[in-house]
């Protein structure tokens, strides 16, 4: 069989100039889609609503430092924003309470090919606010579970940021019922957590559950002021030895002697440096983590020493 080498070489040049503009199209088109870096851009990202202040805060300090950079945030609750990181390609980063599970992680892996980041950032709190008129100020996790229930009547109202999806919802059904289920004639959803505080305020016998940043922040003027028309209650430290009545203070959070504690997680779907990354390396190093040591939340990536100091009261003459 005759051969004619000459055309041969042609069509398989042909094909293989084809192949290399193919590559280059590719290659053109995935470097499109790629426009930010570790420090300019713009990404969006989902956060759980009852960290709105703090995350401010932090994004607000990041974009002062790189002006280059953008970071939108969509406050949402926590269901939603954990439906955006699966199912919204812009959402690159969510600020949640928990992060992926076994599952979570293999269904990322078999769709995405690689797995998102996701660890600890910061150790939270859910604050009890009561209206300021009121002379009840002292909690067990017992009793809540009973005012939750229903079983210490119906004359106070509990008022969460959502009935539906909420991370402070999810937080009293694992943590707090732990099996049992809400007293639908108790407990009261409102639109988020500002209008939580302003209900307990405007209410004598209310209950407010929010997260602390929204409330926990001495040096805060706007959360001051809020101070003025409500109460954070004390909770019994169920483990401590002498029991104390404890209130969600940045020690109390992070020796755990609060029992309603939660952690502030990030999950990142970025696999490569780009503003997300640049945005958690600044959440999870020295600066982000002093915001939210500033924030009188606990820092969870460094490691802030806490000591007992004796505290000579005597004047001298």
């Known amino acids: 069989m005759n051969i ?3 055309k041969n070489s042609i069509f398989n040049f042909g094909w293989l100039f084809v192949l290399c503009v193919g590559l280059v199209q590719c290659n053109t088109k995935k470097a499109e889609q790629v426009t930010d870096t570790l420090t300019s851009g713009t990404i969006h990202i989902s956060v759980d609503e009852s960290f709105k202040p703090i995350m401010d805060e932090q994004i607000k300090v990041f974009e002062g430092s790189n002006p280059g950079a953008t970071i939108i945030p969509h406050y949402k609750s926590e269901a939603a924003c954990l439906n955006d990181i699966f199912n919204d390609s ?3 980063m969510v ?9 979570e992680e293999k269904y990322f892996k078999e769709s995405l090919n690689y797995f998102p980041r996701w660890d600890e950032l910061a150790t939270d709190a859910i604050a009890i606010v009561v209206n300021k008129k ?3 100020t002292i909690f067990t996790l017992q009793r809540l579970q009973q005012q939750l229930t229903g079983l210490m009547g119906k004359k106070q109202q509990v008022i969460f940021d959502g009935l539906n999806a909420t991370s402070t919802v999810r937080f009293a059904i694992d943590s707090i019922l732990k099996g049992a289920k809400f ?5 009261r959803a409102v639109k988020n957590s500002q209008a939580v505080l302003d209900y307990v305020a405007a209410n004598d016998n209310a209950i407010g559950l929010v997260g602390i940043s929204w409330i926990g922040n001495p040096e805060d003027t706007t959360q001051v002021k809020m101070l003025q028309q409500l109460k954070m209650v004390y909770v019994k430290c169920e483990y401590c030895s002498d029991s104390p009545y404890v209130k969600p203070t940045q020690y109390g959070i992070m020796t755990k002697r609060y029992p309603l504690i939660r952690g502030l997680y990030y999950i990142l ?4 440096s780009g503003l997300g990354s640049g945005f958690l390396n600044f959440l999870q190093y020295e600066r982000g983590q002093l915001i ?5 939340l606990g820092p969870s990536k460094i490691g802030f020493g806490i000591r007992n100091v004796k505290i000579n009261e005597k004047l001298a003459k």
């Open 4 to 6: 004619d080498c000459k």
């Open 90 to 92: 812009i959402t690159k």
């Open 95 to 103: 600020i949640v309470t928990r992060g992926l599970t076994r599952k």
């Open 134 to 136: 009121s002379k009840d």
């Open 183 to 187: 007293d639908t004639g108790v407990v």
């Open 269 to 272: 779907k970025e696999n490569y």
């Open 292 to 296: 939210f040591r500033r924030a009188y």
